[in-house]
Each structure stands twice: as C-alpha cells, then as structure tokens.
C-alpha cells in the first residue's frame, strides 16, 4: 500500500454491494483500508455479506435501503448520521437490465431501468455530497457508467439511456461540486464476467462475439475494475473531475 492510494481512515458506501461487482468494489476499497458500507435491499443476503468481510478482518456495515427511494435515502443516511458514520466515498454502482426491442418495450420497464440506474446516482450522491459540503471534507463520488454510457446495442434501449446519463451527470456532478474538493468520477466497465451477464455468457454466439470484437479477446473479471475504483477514491486522483474511465480491454478503441 502506498500513501496515495491508502484510504485509511475513510468510509465509503457502495450501493448494490450485497453481491456481483459492487461486493467487488466494496471488498477491494476494504483491503486498502476503507470502512465500507454495503447496500442492498434484501436483508438476509447483506446481513451474509457484511460478516464474509468482517470475517476477513475488515471493517463493515449494512444498510438497507431502496436506492430509488427519495424518503429511504434520507432515512439511512439520517441513521448513519446518528451513528457518526460519515460517506467520504460514494460509488453508485445498483443497476438492472432489461432487454426487449424498442417498439415492444413497456414504459413501466423503461422507467424502472431509468430510475434503478440512473436517478438512483442522483438522489444518493445528493444525499452524500450535502454533508460532505457541510462537513467541509471533500469526497470522492464514483458513479458506475458502461460501454453504453458512449455506444449502443439493440435490445437494452433504457439501460443506454441511463448509463449515456449517467456519463453527463458525472460532469454536471463536477461542475456544481469540484468547489467544495468533491471528486465527481465514472468506471465505465466492459463486458464484465457477472451474474448479471449470465445468460449472454452461455449464449454461444454472443460469447464469440464479444471475444472477437474486443481486442484483448475476453471477457473482463471482476477483479480487474478494483484498481479504478481504488484510484477513484484515494488521493491520486484529486484533480481529476467528471471523467468515465473505460475498463474494457480496448473494445471502444477499435469500433
């Protein structure tokens, strides 16, 4: 561990963290050093997560709560106050997919993507940043982008409209927020080996696809976006502000 990506001392709180890749991010911010909070709204299995990290020696939370929901946000962040546990990293990383052509695609789905993905950032970064502006601390905000933050693909219309958000969103972040040394940052993840990702990684021709169009000729790990996701929140990165870095292997380089 080197003294500018230590993050001890610091506190950071990973939406939609009970599993997949914000478990990822939340255990490899832990092994720097962090306290991490993890989110998600199934108690049984967050309750499971918190003690796999506690029992590697790392300091844990859970905190329960519906990230598109307004009064839910308010009331954790509330209790984390009364506990004085302070966020000073955030990363938005609670998402959904859902695919299905456009001129079939029900509007309660697009709107239920928009808000899981999108208008989840907002409504937790604000709750975060107020008191990082009040404590006048600075923080680190790492929102969770993808390739279709900057490309398309037929089937996930709303997810692209999200995720293309959630890029303009992290400059707006920068733009409101680099005054008070918030840090507003975005990881914008390839085609990840994920739960998530399951049924695409068993479709043998989409397999195919995606290693014969990206350059590295694989399929991303979790493991490999811990190391952005660390840079994002430690000292390293103080004067870098409303960016998406891509962890893809090189795929949006040669489309």
């Known amino acids: ?17 009970a599993r997949g890749l914000g478990y990822a991010y939340a255990e490899g911010l832990a092994a720097e050093g962090a306290h991490v909070i993890l989110n998600d709204i199934r108690d049984t299995l967050l309750t499971e997560s918190v003690d796999k990290l506690r029992a590697k020696g790392y300091t844990a939370y859970g905190v329960a709560f519906d990230v598109t929901k307004e009064d839910a946000i308010e009331n954790a962040f509330n209790q984390l106050d009364e506990q004085n546990i302070h966020v000073d ?16 695609l029900e509007l309660e789905n697009w709107q ?54 959630i ?23 390839g085609y990840i080996l994920t739960d998530m990702n399951t049924a695409l990684i068993e479709d043998e021709k989409f ?5 014969s169009s990206n350059p590295s000729q694989r399929w991303g790990r979790p ?33």
């Open 1 to 17: 561990m080197t003294a500018l990506f230590d993050l001890t001392g610091k506190t950071a709180l990973v939406t939609g963290s």
């Open 89 to 104: 990293i955030l990363i938005n990383n609670a998402g959904i997919q859902y695919r299905k052509p456009m001129v079939e």
């Open 112 to 165: 239920k993507v928009i808000d899981t993905n999108l208008t989840s950032a907002f409504l937790v970064s604000r709750a975060a940043a107020k008191r990082m502006i009040a404590r006048n601390t600075g923080g680190k905000i790492i929102n969770i982008g993808s390739l279709t933050s900057q490309a398309a693909r037929p089937t996930v219309a709303p997810y692209t409209a999200a995720k293309g958000g």
């Open 167 to 189: 890029k303009m969103l992290t400059c707006s972040m920068a733009a409101e927020w680099a005054q008070f040394n918030i840090q507003s940052n975005a990881i914008g993840p």
């Open 207 to 211: 397999d195919n696809w995606v290693k």
């Open 223 to 255: 493991e490999e976006l811990i190391g952005t996701a660390v840079f994002l929140s430690s000292k390293a990165s103080d004067y870098i502000n409303g960016q998406i870095i891509y962890v893809d292997g090189g795929w949006l380089s040669v489309l």
